[in-house]
């Protein structure tokens, strides 16, 4: 297991040190559940090249709880739980996500909450700047 440092480090910016992969999008497992599942060619081809995939193994955070949400992540593959802090310092967890869940979506500017890995899992990251 990573300590909470590390992982609150690697989560900060979970796309360094990887590159895209542009063909991946059309054979992805979760394409058809996702929110890019109404996309073909060209628009898809735009998705593609802004994003990148990444894998996280079990109990490793994918984004923490008030951080900057930079990123959108699509599930590929496995199972995240999302947990969140309590003012007692108990952690409550407040839902799970599966394949093609789409996890980043806050309003606010930061992370609702905790975003973990429960198996393996392989999300697909989009930054948020270069949606705008």
Known sequence: MISYQNARTAAA???AEVQ???SRCQNCSAHKK???ANLNGEKLDKIA???ITKTFQPDETIFSELDPADYYFTIQEGCVRLVSLLANGKRQIIGFRNMGDFLGYETDGSYASDAEAITET???VIPKSKLD
Do not use: E, G, K, L
């Open 34 to 36: 996702a929110f890019c």
């Open 122 to 124: 392989t999300v697909c």
């Open 20 to 22: 895209a992969d542009h």
């Open 49 to 51: 090249a802004m994003s």
């Open 13 to 15: 910016n979970p796309i």
